[in-house]
């Protein structure tokens, strides 16, 4: 009973951090769009007049492996920039807890909020101070990767080398070249689609209008990716 009245007691926020994604809805769309992006450099360069199966093959080889290396590289970035990140709070946890006056920590703490700080009045800011000064942060040198990370990290890398193969699938299981281009454009596009639409409604905007504005957007992009020799 106590375990049970501990737990319904337990404020929003702490339940909140336990229940919280690895990653988070704009972290995971980006990762499939960049991974997207990447494999239709590859795609979007192929000739229907000139290509032939080694042509294909060539191409699907290279789109993979492109996708896992750039996996693997955004997945070490997140875990570094999550290292960083980690580092940067030890550190201001450090700077609250060595404040010589309340306001000074307080000004910390409003620096590093923005102007969502503009809700907190001095009380709520106090009680801010003094979690912080309670809350077991090691010094920012200490700081190390967490099992959290880790697994944001491999998410990032699979969302990035996922996304590779619904494009080109239709390479390997349609023998017509000029079909097998129109069905990767399609699938494609019904991904930045969604993509668009995701972020919309996770933004609060129109979700169609999102949407839309993602497919002109993304096309718009490899237009210039290809152009650029990417």
């Known amino acids: 009973?106590?375990?049970?009245?501990?737990?319904?007691?337990r404020p929003p926020a702490a339940q909140a951090r336990f229940e919280r994604p690895v990653l988070d809805p704009?972290?995971?769309?980006?990762?499939?769009?960049?991974?997207?992006?990447?494999?239709?450099?590859?795609?979007g360069t192929l000739s229907v007049a000139s290509a032939g199966t080694e042509e294909v093959?060539?191409?699907?080889?290279?789109?993979?492996?492109?996708?896992?290396?750039?996996g693997?590289?955004?997945?070490?970035?997140?875990?570094?920039?999550?290292?960083?990140?980690?580092?940067?709070l030890a550190e201001l946890a450090r700077a609250v807890r060595e404040a010589s006056e309340?306001?000074?920590?307080?000004?910390?703490?409003?620096?590093?909020?923005?102007?969502?700080s503009a809700a907190l009045d001095a009380a709520a800011l106090e009680r801010l101070r003094l979690w912080i000064v309670r809350r077991p942060f090691g010094p920012a040198r200490k700081v190390s990767?967490?099992?959290?990370?880790?697994?944001?990290?491999?998410?990032?890398?699979?969302?990035?080398?996922a996304s590779t193969f619904p494009v080109v699938l239709?390479?390997?299981?349609?023998?017509?070249?000029?079909?097998?281009?129109?069905v990767s454009a399609g699938i494609a596009i019904a991904m930045m689609f969604y993509c668009g639409y995701t972020w919309g409604r996770y933004a609060g905007l129109r979700p169609w209008v999102a949407g839309l504005t993602m497919v002109?957007?993304?096309v718009l992009i490899e237009t210039v990716i290809i152009l650029l020799g990417g």
Do not use: K
């Open 1 to 9: 009973m106590a375990d049970a009245q501990e737990s319904g007691s």
């Open 26 to 43: 704009i972290d995971r769309i980006s990762e499939i769009l960049f991974g997207l992006f990447m494999v239709l450099t590859f795609t």
């Open 57 to 70: 093959r060539t191409m699907l080889l290279a789109a993979i492996g492109c996708n896992i290396a750039w």
């Open 72 to 88: 693997f590289v955004d997945g070490v970035m997140y875990v570094l920039r999550n290292l960083v990140t980690h580092a940067r």
């Open 102 to 116: 309340p306001r000074d920590a307080h000004r910390l703490i409003v620096d590093e909020i923005g102007e969502m």
């Open 145 to 161: 990767t967490t099992a959290h990370d880790l697994r944001g990290g491999l998410q990032v890398f699979l969302l990035v080398f």
């Open 170 to 182: 239709p390479f390997v299981f349609l023998a017509d070249l000029q079909t097998a281009m129109r």
């Open 216 to 218: 002109a957007l993304g």
